[in-house]
């Protein structure tokens, strides 16, 4: 079917400019066909099925709007963690910052670097899941990125990782406009850990493709906030393998536009997916999650928890699917969105959907929106609390769920006193 021309123009503004990165035979052949495929999709408007609940002309402005850079005077989320940083420099990979990628006991190389040679196990990853990622639904900032991404790294974990790699993601250009690609390869009985903090730009188009073979284990932790004109739009791929653990967790504190996109495909038996996020918004702040999960394998689990914290005009949106296909018998599939409205100009919006062609499986999901409970904030009024400290100890109640799904109890610590801080300075009453 043809594309409406208004939606052809559109899409040709945004790729006015648009030059592909050089690179060996095997990454050139890769950006191209992302580029055809934007074309043939067509950057999305409200009317499209996926994106009526967000806006995505900011994402279409040819320049990046500008975002004030932020200090928010307080030591980077992990930074107690003992990792190796890989720090990004709106999008530009800092070696003199970062620490030596051999520490993390993987293989570990710059995409820039990686795109150049004729020969790397990077070539039978990059855009591969992302192209499939496009079925049923289209996500065409996911194809503009493998075709314009000049920075990332490539990890390929073959045994246990010594310790987590952190991407640590620095701002300091008010109008930077950053596509960034990252490929995570985990070999059969390997594991890693891969944690991502920073505002990385005033708008930010990230890709993630993640391959957990048989036995892997993946766990990925995310943190975003800080500068709070930020726009960004990210995505992660997941293919896994029999037996395979994949765990992603998300917390967004401020942003006026954030979108975050997780497209996972069981593909071996007996594996499991959990993706969970927090978020925590005031004023204005536009918080997407977008989630399909294909079971299309036996005695697969998957989760989905999300808590959001609204206030003061925050909108909070959730998207999220579960299809098991024929013959993904036993399978176990669980979704949860949730919001929590502190005032009545927040607004939440979701979409839940469960699509089933196998009659063997236990799959459930739910969505509410709702005002603190009165009765237990009374409650604790009535034991000295002011209402203030009150409703924090209801909200962060409220979101331990999704906090719950983070594995490693010292990176959940720092988390949960993140989430403190921000409530103690937007409290009200």
Known sequence: ??????????????????????????????????????????????????????????????????????????????????????????????????????????????????????????????????????????????????????????????????????????????????????????????????????????????VMEVDVADGGTFHHIRTQGRDHERRAVTHIFARLGEGSIFKSFTMTANGILTRNEAVVTFTGDNAVAHIAGAALGDGDFHHDDTVFVTHDAVACESRQVFKKVLRNGAVGTFQGKILVRQGAQKTDGYQISQALLLDEDAQFLAKPELEIYADDVACSHGSTSGAIDETALFYLRSRGLPRAEAQDLLVLAFLAEAIEEIDDEAIAADILSRLEGWLSRHRKG
Do not use: Q
Request: hydrophobic share 45%.
């Open 1 to 206: 079917m043809a594309l409406p021309e208004a939606r052809i123009d559109a899409t040709e503004a945004r790729l006015a400019g648009v030059s592909l990165p050089k690179g060996a035979a095997w990454a050139a052949k890769a950006r191209e066909a992302a580029l055809a495929r934007v074309r043939a999709m067509g950057l999305p408007t409200r009317r499209d099925e996926y994106w009526k609940f967000t806006r995505p002309d900011d994402l279409l402005l040819p320049e990046a709007p500008a975002a004030a850079l932020f200090d928010p005077n307080e030591k980077p989320v992990f930074s107690e963690i003992d990792r190796v940083k890989l720090v990004f420099r709106d999008g530009v990979f800092d070696p003199a910052a970062s620490d030596d990628p051999v520490e993390a006991g993987l293989e570990i190389a710059r995409l820039a670097e990686v795109t150049e040679m004729d020969v790397h196990w990077a070539s039978g990853l990059y855009g591969v899941l992302e192209a499939e990622g496009h079925d049923p639904v289209p996500r065409p900032f996911a194809a503009l990125n493998t075709a314009t991404a000049t920075d990332g790294v490539a990890i390929r974990a073959t045994a246990k990782a010594r310790r987590p790699v952190s991407l640590v993601y620095l701002h300091e250009n008010e109008t930077s406009d950053v596509a960034m690609h990252f490929l995570v390869k985990v070999e059969a009985g390997a594991e890693v850990t891969v944690l991502e903090n920073g505002p990385a730009a005033a708008r930010f188009n990230k």
